[in-house]
């Protein structure tokens, strides 16, 4: 298993802030930049695993910063540059206080309460008689709150009006700007040949302007299936061969564990790490159509603080 970045901590010219996310560790440079560095953490069940996946932050990083450019003219984002294939750097937003979650397809955890006898999501109702892993007969927007710590729960738009999380009106550019930009990732997923099921934006606001913040259309934010033998296997009622953290949450699940008290995350071998870090490679490169070109990790914490301190100084 090769060198992983599991922890940052860094002291730039000008900081006045690190958060240390999941994933991603945040350093607040004055009151405006953000420097977001994509670690090599994996979390499940929101709890952040022992182990790191070599190349995972690369991955994020490449995948999110090529989105965001292929989106800016949906909607305006925060990223002004990638100074290192784990960093972006950009503006600071205050993020809205909800994740927006888009479905296409019924699976994953929306699956296991349907399953279970659910009949509505986030306020909306959802037909009898669906399989898991069929398709919406149009995508639905199922928010979550922004949990601090702990869980994202689900949250209907009518709650979130209710509770001041957002207003009215921005909410609903929110969700404009959500179904927008699902379009656009489902269309650029169908060029490579894959389904883009489902996903999650985050937004914040800066000088009154909406601005999308944040990762997207990556294997940690989104679940792909392949396009081709899709409809064969939904038929048969077998499992969808997919690109997303999801078979991660699967291997979890057949070991016992899904980040409940007393559960004991398995052991993840060397071997193991280096499986999962090939599936985020196989993701990389379908959906950008690009090869995937490691890049030296042999002091990751070194160049990426040289990187970020060259940027800086520009």
Not at 19 to 38: C, E, F, N, P, T
Not at 120 to 142: A, H, Q, V, W, Y
Not at 196 to 215: A, N, Q, S
Request: aromatic share 10%; charged share 30%.
């Amino acid at each position: 298993m090769e060198n992983t970045l599991i922890g940052t901590n860094f002291n730039f010219p000008g900081q006045t802030a690190v958060y240390h996310g999941k994933v991603r560790d945040v350093y607040s440079i004055g009151g405006d930049i953000l420097i977001m560095i994509a670690t090599d953490r994996i979390s499940a069940f929101d709890v952040i695993l022992p182990k790191g996946i070599p190349y995972k932050g690369q991955v994020l990083n490449q995948i999110a910063s090529m989105f965001l450019d292929a989106t800016a003219d949906i909607v305006p984002n925060w990223k002004l540059a990638s100074p290192d294939p784990m960093v972006t750097a950009g503006l600071r937003c205050e993020p809205f206080k909800v994740e927006m979650v888009i479905r296409g397809y019924l699976t994953g955890s929306a699956w296991r309460e349907y399953k279970a006898g659910a009949r509505t999501l986030c306020g909306l109702p959802l037909p009898d008689g669906m399989r898991e892993n069929e398709k919406f007969p149009s995508p639905i927007i199922t928010p979550t709150t922004k949990a601090d710590e702990g869980h994202d729960e689900n949250i209907s738009k009518t709650e979130i009006i209710a509770q001041g999380l957002v207003g009215k009106d921005e909410y609903e550019q929110l969700e404009r700007y959500t179904q927008a930009l699902f379009r656009r990732g489902t269309e650029i997923a169908a060029q490579k040949g894959l389904i883009l099921v489902d996903t999650k934006y985050e937004f914040g606001k800066k000088d009154g302007k909406i601005y999308l913040i944040d990762e997207i259309h990556t294997p940690d934010s989104s679940r792909y299936f392949y396009a081709e033998g899709y409809e064969e296997r939904f038929a048969r009622g077998e499992e969808q061969k997919q690109l997303s953290k999801e078979f991660v949450r699967k291997w979890l699940m057949e070991n016992g564990f899904q980040g409940k008290e007393g559960q004991r995350i398995p052991e993840m071998t060397p071997e193991y790490c280096d499986s999962v870090s090939e599936r985020y490679i196989e993701l990389f490169e379908h959906i950008t159509g690009h090869k995937f070109v490691k890049s030296d990790n042999a002091d990751l914490a070194g160049r990426i603080e040289r990187n970020i301190l060259n940027y800086l100084k520009k």
